[in-house]
């Protein structure tokens, strides 16, 4: 077993970095359609990610904030690893019957095919999680730095080679898979003996443990995929293509917000387990302050850089949907504090109370979805999430306080 440990700051640097890297090159795959084909492929290549998204949150079952904040290690890393091998295959399965009622045949097909990358993508986060026990981030940061370059290779060969969207997104999953098992899965097997149990009654129970974790985040996904599904059917592929062209250089932000923060999850569930209430409290209101002075920092940024940025990666015409552009950082970044926030309330296990937040912000969705997009255009659909995420960011702080609270009340 290697005794190679990271620090607090390396981990988180070498966690950031690594996420950052592979989701600018995810990022990159979506102006490489655009560039190398239309926007109508990139209207395609959005609908397949955000699709896949949804039903990855099937297969990762939302585990990961659970599995690195077990601290009395309640379950064992194979339950965690057999757990996954069925999630996956369930979502795999989902999607498919799903993707058959694609408004195309083709578009079908490129969801089922994105569907790989979702499932490199569970695999490795519950080996991730093992990584982390061991404080490796090191392991981790270069996984998400050699599947994000293996991406933008696949997806360019796919081009190159055959000039098929539907091919490019096969050939980068096929690529994505192979290096799981080529770097992931022979690193941390030199950590621990990796092995995986699925006939055992503590699959059962942890699956039902984290039911309401996988239903809190398969809402949450749905947030993007309702209002952009809204888009192609009420206002076509081609203005799909464009809102999500706009939208994804805004998920840097998202990522290195999210992934930053990874490596405090341990930290803050041993706080909250050693019954450090105080400490507790300070540390996720230093969180909050966080969200505020980054919020600040990111609007700043984006009303700068944000026409220079757009018209550089995608030419003067796109500067005419230039207007989608700041209610999408505002999606972005209400969408990495909601991820942060579940993961703080995961950590004390108020697991219910996260999923009626979040199904509180769902109903909003839902419900109004089409009237924003009818109403106020693709901004509608980002108007429409904002309102959503800020009911559920609200909900998500109101429950941490109110629990930290009640514990340091009963501590008495």
């Not at 507790?280 to 966080?290: C, D, G, H, Q, Y």
Request: glycine share 4%; net charge positive.
């Amino acid at each position: 077993m290697s005794e190679k440990k990271n620090t607090l700051a390396q981990a988180m640097a070498w966690n950031t970095a690594g996420n950052l890297v592979y989701c600018i090159c995810q990022w990159i795959i979506t102006i490489l359609a655009v560039k190398l084909d239309s926007f109508g492929a990139a209207g395609y290549l959005s609908l397949a990610m955000t699709t896949s998204s949804t039903f990855s949150t099937i297969a990762m079952f939302s585990m990961r904030n659970f599995q690195v904040s077990d601290v009395k290690n309640e379950f064992k890393d194979a339950e965690y690893l057999g757990s996954r091998v069925l999630t996956c295959t369930a979502a795999i399965v989902l999607c498919a019957l799903y993707a058959i009622n694609s408004t195309s045949a083709y578009q079908m097909w490129c969801i089922d095919a994105f569907m790989l990358i979702r499932l490199a993508e569970s695999i490795v986060d519950v080996i991730h999680g093992i990584n982390q026990k061991y404080d490796r981030y090191d392991i981790i940061g270069k996984s998400y730095f050699l599947r994000g370059i293996a991406t933008d290779a696949a997806f360019i060969a796919g081009f190159v080679f055959f000039k098929d969207i539907l091919i490019a997104i096969l050939l980068t999953g096929i690529a994505n898979l192979l290096l799981v098992f080529i770097y992931d899965v022979r690193q941390t097997s030199r950590l621990e003996k990796l092995s995986f149990i699925i006939k055992d009654k503590n699959i059962a129970v942890l699956l039902k443990k984290c039911t309401p974790i996988v239903a809190t985040s398969f809402l949450l996904s749905m947030f993007p995929l309702l209002p952009r599904t809204a888009i192609q059917n009420l206002l076509g592929n081609d203005i799909l293509g464009i809102y999500s062209s706009i939208a994804s250089p805004t998920l840097v932000v998202q990522v290195f917000a999210t992934y930053a923060f990874n490596p405090l999850i341990p930290k803050i569930s041993v706080l909250f387990n050693e019954k450090r209430y105080d400490a507790f409290l300070s540390v996720f209101r230093k969180i909050l302050l966080f969200f505020a002075g980054f919020a600040v920092i990111v609007f700043i940024g984006a009303a700068v850089l944000g026409r220079w940025g757009l018209k550089l990666l995608y030419g003067e015409t796109i500067l005419d949907s230039y207007a989608l552009f700041m209610p999408l950082v505002w999606c972005t970044l209400f969408t990495a504090y909601i991820w942060i926030m579940n993961s703080i309330v995961t950590s004390i296990r108020k697991i219910i109370p996260m999923m009626l937040a979040t199904a509180a912000g769902f109903a909003i969705c839902f419900f109004f979805t089409n009237y924003f997009v009818t109403t106020f255009g693709s901004n509608g659909a980002s108007l429409v999430q904002i309102i959503s995420f800020a009911v559920v960011l609200v909900l998500l702080i109101l429950i941490t306080e109110i629990t930290i609270h009640q514990k340091k009340k009963e501590l008495k």
